[in-house]
């Protein structure tokens, strides 16, 4: 049968046409708009009466065709309008078998969503009609729980989260690419180095098509449920400073610097501890016992200049809309792209490795035993080999470098439109923090990473540094001319400010 007769068979009388009118309402869809739809594939389980069709997707808007995860669930309709939760979540209601059903989102419902886990925990093959889904149990462990124990993680972004008796995480994929996962190709390296302060993967549910490579549709791992984003941790000191410093009045340097050092809340020992966490997970990835693939190469001249030449390409496709927000920066672009061309003269010498790729406070989380690196995957924009790609180690230093001035910048815009009066009286403050933390994450990192091949020599890291903050500056005011132009002055006044 095929990938489309399962779901006629299942009561959707015209799939395409149902699940394109559905997918745009989806936070999770990167579209535009109504995609044109093409089942990919689709297979059926059947565990206890449950009904979980697993069905890929392939949604093109415009140009770009994109692949999604949509497993869905089917029941009789009188079943769905008695829950809440499901009759929200309708695409579409048919006739199975005489009897009429609806068909839903199954990663809402509690019970469709311990069968996933089940196949992940008994290492379990689902036929599809162009190929299988496979569950890993790598220590995984559902059985006895109830589908009481199952709940959705409130957050739901570009992926969806469940969690199991406050025990795991099952983090479903909905824009799957084939080809090897950095997720799960990171986490069971740096498992396997030895380096602890990460989620390790329980379990994993791939799809194997007959021809082509896999791709991850979910992974589990353990849930932290007393942990704090650091993005949180970050904003609360921050709150707190910002209530001061209104009090205090108008502050000089001095005072400003000694504000953050007193403060009841403050983030810099964590900032510290962060940078050594950082260290360690960089060393490991640089260990020569890393698998084919993933170990470290020396960086070289043609290294350098392809680095160089795609931070140039990224700040002229920046410029080159017509957007009136970026005359300013229009005007320097030569001395940003200055600052991209300094790679061109260095020596390299340092160790390339795989990076984490996507490094932020939001990427990490505070628990009682110390910091836990999440996430994996990388910057989701761009190709999945160029995440898997190796770099420098600064660039995830970079990353969270800027986090650190973003955090700053936004818990202000909180208080206050950027730009405005209040905002200018309270910057400087704001500033004072963020030197503070990169100071402390900084220090702490390369004295961890002293005597290692990760760092070239001399003002060489600083430049190569410098260089990956403005790149990730560059991609910033992308994304906030795109979503939140209310706050493109935070990156934007940062590559205004650092290139000569």
């Known amino acids: 049968m095929s990938a489309r007769d399962l779901l006629i068979e299942y009561g959707m009388s015209h799939p395409e046409t149902l699940l394109a009118a559905w997918l745009p309402r989806q936070r999770w869809y990167g579209g535009q708009g109504e995609p044109a739809i093409a089942i990919a594939d689709s297979g059926l389980l059947v565990d206890d009466g449950t009904v979980v069709i697993f069905t890929l997707l392939e949604a093109r808007?415009?140009?770009?065709?994109?692949?999604?995860?949509?497993?869905?669930?089917?029941?009789?309709?009188?079943?769905?309008?008695?829950?809440?939760?499901?009759?929200?979540?309708?695409?579409?209601?048919?006739?199975?078998?005489?009897?009429?059903?609806?068909?839903?989102?199954?990663?809402?419902?509690?019970?469709?969503?311990?069968?996933?886990?089940?196949?992940?925990?008994?290492?379990?093959?689902?036929?599809?009609?162009?190929?299988?889904?496979?569950?890993?149990?790598?220590?995984?462990?559902?059985?006895?729980?109830?589908?009481?124990?199952?709940?959705p993680l409130a957050r739901e972004q570009s992926n969806t989260s469940l969690v199991l008796a406050d025990r795991e995480l099952m983090k479903c994929f909905r824009r799957v690419e084939a080809g090897v996962s950095p997720e799960l190709e990171m986490t069971q390296a740096l498992r396997a180095a030895g380096f602890s302060n990460i989620a390790a993967p329980l379990g994993s549910l791939e799809y194997l098509p007959r021809s082509g490579e896999p791709s991850l549709l979910a992974l589990i791992?353990?849930?932290?449920?007393?942990?704090?984003?650091?993005?949180?941790?970050?904003?609360?000191?921050?709150?707190?400073?910002?209530?001061e410093a209104e009090l205090a009045g108008p502050r000089d340097e001095a005072e400003r610097r000694r504000?953050?050092?007193?403060?009841?809340?403050?983030?810099?020992?964590?900032?510290?501890?962060?940078?050594?966490?950082?260290?360690?997970?960089?060393?490991?990835?640089?260990?020569?016992?890393?698998?084919?693939?993933?170990?470290?190469?020396?960086?070289?001249?043609?290294?350098?200049?392809?680095?160089?030449?795609?931070?140039?390409?990224?700040?002229?496709?920046?410029?080159?809309?017509?957007?009136?927000?970026?005359?300013p920066l229009r005007?320097?672009?030569?001395?940003?792209?200055?600052?991209?061309?300094?790679?061109?003269?260095?020596?390299?010498?340092?160790?390339?490795?795989?990076?984490?790729?996507?490094?932020?406070?939001?990427?990490?989380?505070?628990?009682?035993?110390?910091?836990?690196?999440?996430?994996?995957?990388?910057?989701?924009?761009?190709?999945?080999?160029?995440?898997?790609?190796?770099?420098?180690?600064?660039?995830?230093v970079a990353g969270m470098l800027r986090s650190f001035d973003y955090a700053a910048a936004a818990a202000l815009a909180e208080r206050s439109k950027p730009g405005g009066e209040e905002?200018?009286?309270?910057?400087?403050?704001?500033?004072?923090?963020?030197?503070?933390?990169?100071?402390?994450?900084?220090?702490?990192?390369?004295?961890?990473?002293?005597?290692?091949?990760?760092?070239?020599?001399?003002?060489?890291?600083?430049?190569?540094?410098?260089a990956f903050e403005l790149q990730k500056a560059v991609y910033e005011v992308g994304y906030e001319l795109g979503h939140r132009p209310d706050w493109l002055l935070i990156p934007l006044q940062f590559l205004l400010g650092t290139a000569p």
């Open 259 to 327: 504000a953050v050092e007193e403060q009841g809340a403050a983030f810099t020992p964590e900032a510290a501890r962060l940078g050594e966490v950082t260290a360690a997970m960089h060393l490991a990835l640089c260990d020569e016992a890393m698998p084919p693939g993933m170990r470290g190469e020396v960086v070289d001249r043609r290294m350098l200049t392809t680095w160089a030449d795609e931070q140039t390409a990224e700040l002229d496709r920046l410029l080159g809309g017509d957007h009136a927000a970026l005359e």
């Open 331 to 396: 005007a320097r672009r030569a001395a940003v792209a200055g600052r991209f061309d300094a790679l061109r003269s260095l020596e390299g010498g340092d160790l390339a490795i795989r990076i984490h790729g996507d490094y932020h406070l939001g990427q990490v989380m505070r628990i009682d035993e110390g910091w836990v690196v999440l996430d994996f995957e990388g910057e989701p924009d761009r190709p999945l080999a160029e995440r898997r790609r190796l770099s420098s180690a600064l660039r995830d």
């Open 221 to 243: 791992q353990p849930f932290l449920p007393n942990g704090t984003e650091g993005w949180a941790l970050a904003l609360t000191s921050l709150r707190d400073l910002y209530a």
């Open 61 to 151: 808007d415009g140009a770009a065709m994109v692949r999604y995860h949509v497993p869905l669930g089917v029941r009789p309709i009188d079943q769905v309008w008695k829950s809440v939760i499901l009759s929200e979540r309708v695409i579409a209601e048919g006739i199975r078998d005489g009897t009429p059903v609806g068909i839903y989102d199954a990663l809402v419902d509690a019970e469709a969503a311990l069968k996933l886990w089940s196949v992940v925990d008994t290492d379990r093959e689902v036929g599809t009609a162009a190929g299988r889904v496979r569950g890993h149990n790598y220590g995984s462990d559902a059985g006895g729980e109830s589908s009481d124990a199952v709940r």
């Open 423 to 466: 905002w200018q009286a309270l910057l400087q403050q704001g500033e004072a923090w963020a030197e503070a933390n990169r100071a402390a994450f900084w220090n702490a990192y390369t004295a961890r990473v002293d005597g290692s091949p990760l760092l070239p020599p001399g003002d060489a890291a600083v430049t190569l540094l410098r």
